[in-house]
């Protein structure tokens, strides 16, 4: 465009007309030097930029990555206005989506990245001072990314409880143990568990509070395995629901209900999205 303005290099010479009937035409529009500076700013440097920040893992580039996708993708819809339809136009469109969706799930797992990072071992180990002071409550919980982990923990300080973390044999971390709990959460399986019964030592518990995440509109592999294992062992129950939608997710302290044959006495909904507690809802 810059070299050849009037387009012919890529075959836009045709496109010219369509342009002249915008406003500012007489000015901006008698040649292809102002679109091809325009999508220079908008779609070349703004993305080298993206690039550049993403490379150096700062949260701004992420962000920008997805944003980027929008923007081209806004371009793109002024095309489809004043153009016929054709092969480039739609090409770059599915680009533009490509690179929103892309870019929106790097996001995600960056802030699960800083997450982790933030919240750490030596985090749980010197702010939770309370925990394990009442031998006879105990907080169960599986956390994949720490999250849940969280909610867990502040939960055991609040009330002295012991905590028991599950472990599974399945993949659960990163990307691919996140399409692999998936996979669970979908089909509504359990996973199979490692060894906690003596840890856990329900027999002595006078109460346990059951902290899940929701997979995939489901009770997360690890706990439902748990509660299967564990039917009419337990005295008395509270659930803590983790989830990244926005519903409340009641109907899953039935199931569980039903798999440890007892009622629960509490239940606690709090929706997490991007490593912030969004809300959170008591059942009443």
């Known amino acids: 465009m810059l070299i050849k303005p009037d387009g012919s290099i890529l075959g836009m ?4 007309p369509y342009f002249q009937v915008l406003p500012f035409a007489k000015y901006l529009f008698q040649n292809f030097i102002f679109s091809g500076i325009s999508l220079l700013i908008v779609n070349g440097l703004s993305n080298l930029i993206a690039a550049v920040l993403i490379l150096k893992n700062k949260k701004i580039g992420h962000i ?7 923007t081209l993708m806004l371009w793109i819809c002024i095309q489809f206005v004043i153009f016929p339809q054709n092969f480039m136009s739609q090409s770059y469109f599915i680009f533009g989506l490509l690179q929103f969706i892309s ?26 001072k309370n925990i394990g002071s009442d031998k006879k409550s105990l907080v169960v919980y599986f956390s994949r990314m720490g999250y849940t982990k969280k909610i867990a923990y502040e939960k055991a300080d ?18 691919l143990g996140f399409w692999w709990c998936g996979r669970f959460g979908m089909h509504a399986w359990g996973m199979n568990l490692k060894p906690y019964a003596e840890k856990a030592n329900l027999e002595q518990r006078e109460k346990v509070i059951i902290v ?25 129950v509270e659930y803590i629901l983790n989830h990244f939608n926005p519903g409340k997710f009641f109907n899953f302290a039935n199931e569980m209900d039903e798999k440890l044959d007892v009622k629960h006495e509490k239940l606690t909904s709090i929706c997490t999205q991007l490593s912030k507690q969004i809300f959170t809802r008591i059942e009443k």
């Open 13 to 16: 010479n045709g496109m010219l």
């Open 103 to 128: 870019g929106y799930v790097c996001f995600v797992f960056y802030c699960q990245k800083t997450f982790a990072e933030k919240y750490n071992d030596e985090f749980y180990k010197s702010n939770f």
């Open 158 to 175: 609040e009330t002295g409880s012991e905590i028991l973390e599950l472990e599974t044999t399945e993949m659960t971390k990163d990307t």
């Open 212 to 236: 899940t995440p929701i997979w995939v509109f489901s009770i997360c592999g690890p706990i439902r395995q748990f509660c299967i294992e564990n039917k009419g062992k337990i005295k008395r």
């Open 64 to 70: 920008l990555g997805f944003v980027f996708g929008i």
